[in-house]
């Protein structure tokens, strides 16, 4: 009877000493530096939003904002990405210090209408999350400067490849954090990580 108490008791002791390492590492996570990933000055943006409203640097300055690349028709990665997105929005829907901007890499096809009617069939708005469409070039320089992948691919289904990654800023528009799209985890994480610069 005695062993079986003192087996129990061992049990809860790791049990208990699991629990706290775990806490633990969460805590670290929590509070792990977020750091700036741009060296150089970030460049300027001009893109129309799905309201036909003008979306430039001067709309995130400010604001905590996550940026990614995507297309409507995307086959792949596009749907699960925007699930994992609208919890960010939906979290964050009547923040104003927030901001969500999802650029358009298919320009030939997402004109204004077809963004306009993406976002009522997610049911969201802007400005709070713009999805935004221009010039191709300026969109795929604007990926390549913020370091993610978006390029016309023939052999990727849908035509275009490109990065999973919601690119998390901070007030001045420096990158502070990439997340994997496709992951809840991740986007949780990123949510964390909004709540951290947030209350900088």
């Avoid at 016309?152 to 997340?179: K, P, Q, V």
Wanted: net charge negative; hydrophobic share 40%.
């Amino acid at each position: 009877m005695k062993q079986r108490i003192t087996t129990g008791i061992v049990a809860l002791l790791i049990l208990g000493v699991a629990l706290t390492a775990c806490k633990s590492e969460e805590k670290k996570a929590d509070q792990a530096e977020l750091l700036v990933y741009n060296q150089d000055p970030l460049p300027d943006f001009k893109f129309m939003n799905q309201d036909s409203q003008w979306v430039t640097q001067q709309e995130v300055m400010g604001k905590i904002h996550v940026m990614d690349f995507f297309f409507t028709s995307c086959p792949t990665i596009c749907p699960v990405m925007k699930a994992n997105m609208l919890t960010i929005y939906e979290k964050y829907a009547t923040d104003d210090r927030v901001i969500l901007v999802s650029h358009s890499i298919d320009t030939r096809h997402d004109s204004v209408p077809v963004l306009k009617a993406y976002a009522e069939r997610m049911g969201v708005t802007a400005p709070r999350w713009n999805f935004v469409t221009g010039d191709k070039d300026k969109i795929m320089g604007m990926a390549k400067s913020y370091m993610v992948t978006a390029m016309e691919d023939s052999t990727e289904a849908g035509g275009y490849a490109h990065s999973g990654a919601m690119i998390l800023f901070d007030r001045d528009h420096n990158i502070r954090g990439f997340f994997d799209g496709t992951s809840e985890e991740e986007t949780k994480e990123l949510s964390v990580a909004m709540d951290r610069l947030l209350n900088e």
